[in-house]
C-alpha cells in the first residue's frame, strides 16, 4: 500500500519540487516584443508595375516585414534572403506567413533582384509612412530589422538588427510559436483570419 501511495504521490511531489525549487526560467522570445503595437497605417501604397494598393489590405496573414530603399543595398538584400528562408522553413505553415518589402523612397528596384522576389509582396510607400509606422531599435536603421505584423495588421515584433544564419533559426522559433498559438483562430489564406472573440 505504501509503494502505491509513494508512486501516485510522486508526480505532484515532483512538480512542486520543480516549481518552487528549480522554478524554470520563463521562456523568452527571440525577438523584441513591442509594448505598444502600432497597426497598419491608413495609406495607399504602389506596386512595382504602378497598380494602387490600399495598405490595410496585407491584414488577414502574419507578415514579416523589412522596409527600406529601393536601391537595396546588403542589410536589405540580407533580410530579403532571410525572408524566404525563415518562411520556407516553416513548411506546411508558411502559407500562413507573407514575406514582405516595404520600400520607402523612389529608388529604382535593381532588375537582376526581381526574379528572387517572386513570392514577396512589393510594395512601394509615400514619403515617411513607413518610419511613422516601425520603428528601429536605439542606435540602428530602420533596414537593418525584420519586423512581425499580426494577421489585425498589428506591428507585435522586431527581431535583432543584422540578423544572421544563427540568428534566423532562433527567429524561426519564435514565429512557429506565433503560428502554433494562433493555430486555433487563424487559418492559411488572406481574409481567412478573425480575431479571437465573441
Known amino acids: 500500500m505504501l509503494a502505491v501511495l509513494a508512486v501516485c504521490a510522486a508526480p505532484v511531489v515532483a ?3 520543480t516549481y518552487y525549487v528549480i522554478r524554470p526560467g520563463q521562456q523568452r522570445s527571440f525577438g523584441e516584443l513591442m509594448p505598444r503595437q502600432t497597426t497598419l497605417p491608413d495609406v495607399q501604397a504602389r506596386t512595382l508595375d504602378g497598380k494602387d494598393v490600399a495598405l490595410d489590405t496585407l ?3 502574419w507578415l514579416l516585414v523589412s522596409a527600406g530603399s529601393g536601391r537595396c543595398a546588403q542589410h536589405c538584400e540580407n533580410n530579403l534572403y532571410l525572408q524566404r528562408q525563415l518562411r520556407e522553413s516553416l513548411g506546411k505553415d508558411k502559407e500562413r506567413l507573407d514575406w514582405v518589402w516595404l520600400i520607402n523612397d523612389a529608388q529604382p528596384v535593381d532588375a537582376g533582384l526581381l526574379p528572387a522576389l517572386a513570392q514577396a509582396t512589393v510594395l512601394r510607400m509615400p514619403p515617411g509612412a513607413v518610419e511613422q509606422w516601425l520603428k528601429p531599435a536605439a542606435g540602428h ?3 537593418e530589422h525584420l519586423y512581425v505584423v499580426d494577421p489585425q495588421g498589428h506591428w507585435m515584433m522586431r527581431f535583432p ?3 544572421d544564419k544563427a540568428g534566423a533559426g532562433k527567429a524561426r522559433r519564435d514565429l512557429e510559436r506565433l ?6 483562430w487563424d487559418e ?3 481574409g481567412a483570419a478573425k ?3 465573441p
Do not use: I, M, N, V
Not at 179 to 184: C, M, N, P, Q, T
Open 15 to 17: 512538480s512542486y519540487f
Open 195 to 197: 480575431a479571437p472573440g
Open 59 to 61: 491584414k488577414g496573414q
Open 188 to 190: 492559411a489564406g488572406r
Open 179 to 184: 503560428l502554433r498559438a494562433s493555430s486555433s
Open 161 to 163: 538588427a543584422d540578423l
Open 141 to 143: 536603421a530602420l533596414d
